[in-house]
């Protein structure tokens, strides 16, 4: 039974997987090029990078969640699992170098979630963790405010943070200053800076991605603060690292392994085979997701984003604001749009998730 449920739930553990062959195109994983052809080192050392990424994949036989009788995520933590693995990726680079959510967020245990949901859950876990000396900010709509991130990185406590009840004379007043470095002194008074994880919910495409935005979704994975995608297909969540010629690279969580207290072997958490998706097998709602170390850091994304990615104009991903326009109000939590597929196989929907603004 558990063998029939697993395929139900696209449970790759079942199948084989394949070697990662060595291409003529370069790989890039999470903003690093390896040049895999005739290149033996590089080949081995790709391998290492992808072994050392964390993997969380569906688990059984844990104790029941709450007063629930779950004791297993299979067939509908996915999202859940993908979130864990940015979230892990960021306290990787933060400290390594590279309370109660169901009901709050309208979600009871067993359901789908998408990937603007579970961008929002990460940011109230974070939140609410008086010990997390780390921020997350969602930007909504498809617009990066420039001026909102950057106070972000001057925040000192936990909290709900609305960068407008904040003062602006600090944000860049032209593109040329920030391009520059122009004011980057403003900062450097600041005892510590708070890290940024930055997350991007998009909708690219109306049933399917479009394929002029492959291209710029390739950009992505070369920039070093990238820390991964979260999306996949309609329930059917992965967690994506990086991509070799048209396909992506992705840490999938569809393998369901025993429960584990905590201990030191983390051999469940390291994934030796990766698997790949086509670009144009991708699900048009998808999250975009970067750490920033500190201001500085920021602003060099911003340098390359804008140089790298939403060149040319038309086929930008999102866009990338100096500040606020008077008519869009700061977005903190907004879910209303997300929506989510029952655990229920039966009614399940295999269409794209109505999550994001079409682009």
Partial sequence: MEEIFACIAYEPCLLDYSEFKKAKEPVWILGKEYNIQDNDDDFQKMNEDIKSRIWFTY???YPPIGDTSWTSDSGWGCMHRCGQMILAQAFVLRYLGRAMMGYLMEKRIGQWFGPNTIVQVLKKLIEDDPDTDIVLHVSMDNMVIKSDIRKLFRRKSTGSFDPESQSTENSCSSISQCDTGEHLNEFASSDKETPVVLTIPLRLGLSEILPSFFDRLKEVFKLKQFIGMIGGRTNHASYFIGYVGNELINLDPHTTQPYRENGMDDQTYHCDNPS????????PSTALCFYFENDVDFLDWCEKVRKDVLEPEKDAIFELLEK???????????DEEDMYAPLNHNERIYTSDDEFELL
Avoid: A, G, N
């Fill in 276 to 283: 790949r998706m086509k670009f144009s097998d991708l699900d």
């Fill in 59 to 61: 688990r059984k036989q």
């Fill in 324 to 334: 606020r326009i008077p008519m869009v109000p700061y977005v903190d939590i907004d």
